[in-house]
């Protein structure tokens, strides 16, 4: 991926790593829980061509720094710091588009006024997302040193992909090792979405809303879209046809198509 490396302070006086290209009205994108700025190459370059893009890493992977203890609120903190840079030198709202646990923390900075014009999250995670059970064995593996039993449980039964899938995206051109990451923030992820109240952060954001959803997504992200798509002031609800939790890679075209007719409608 092409673009100016630089990066923002965030809370607690973290580093967050961001990544730059394209010219136009600024756009940020969020990534979920095993990514990093990396997971956005599919739609990267089609992006950058009407847009300023940028891509943070999220705290605790790539070019971010971490600090503890860990908390939603930080991160809520870090996506609206970098907002606010982008804002400000741009002088006008940001859009912003998030996947899953990257989603969530957007909406959570949303909550807080961050400057946000237009908003897209893709199924953002809630606790009907990780029952208590899978989030005590899947802490369990991540102690006991097997972060990649942890990691196929988290795809195969959260995010419902199949092995042969989860071998895809794992050896595609470009794929980095998920290990570290996992090991460093999947237990503390998945322990913060089983007290997070959604429908709270909704109730608290003014701006549009695109909602995306996988017409093949788990259940759970069925269920979340469509109670934020009821309990968000304005938010528009869009089916993505034969995708699942992972349309960024299986169907990029798809994704770039639906932000631009969002984020272009003024």
């Not at 400000?88 to 998030?98: N, T």
């Not at 369990?140 to 995010?159: C, N, Q, W």
């Not at 979405?193 to 809303?209: E, R, Y």
Request: glycine share 8%; proline share 8%; with cysteine.
């Amino acid at each position: 991926m092409e673009g100016t490396r630089h990066s923002v302070i965030g809370a607690d006086d973290v580093s967050i790593g961001l990544l730059t290209a394209g010219t136009g009205p600024a756009l940020l994108l969020v990534h979920g829980g095993m990514g990093r700025i990396e997971q956005w190459e599919p739609v990267w370059s089609a992006l950058a061509e009407h847009r300023q893009v940028t891509a943070m890493n999220r705290r605790g992977r790539g070019t971010s720094g971490d600090a503890e203890p860990y908390s939603l609120r930080k991160e809520f903190d870090d996506i609206a710091a970098v907002a606010n840079q982008l804002a400000e030198e741009q002088d006008a709202p940001v859009d912003v588009f998030a996947h899953s646990y990257g989603a969530t923390c957007t909406l959570g900075a949303a909550a807080q006024r961050a400057p946000f014009r237009r908003i897209a999250l893709y199924e953002p995670p809630g606790p009907q997302t990780v029952p208590r059970e899978w989030v005590e064995r899947a802490i369990g593996l991540v102690s006991d040193g097997k972060p990649g039993r942890a990691m196929f449980s988290f795809i195969t039964e959260i995010v419902g992909l199949t092995p042969e899938r989860f071998e895809e995206y794992r050896s595609a051109p470009g794929a980095y090792d998920l290990l570290p990451i996992v090991t460093a923030t999947l237990p503390r992820e998945a322990e913060a979405l089983t007290s997070v109240d959604l429908p709270g952060l909704a109730v608290k954001v003014a701006a549009p809303v695109l909602l995306l959803l996988g017409t093949k997504s788990p259940p759970w992200a069925g269920e979340i879209t469509r109670e934020l798509a009821a309990t968000l002031t304005t938010a528009e609800l869009v089916s993505l046809p034969d995708q699942g939790h992972d349309a960024i890679d299986s169907a990029p075209d798809l994704i770039v198509t639906e932000l631009r007719r969002f984020f272009d409608n003024d």
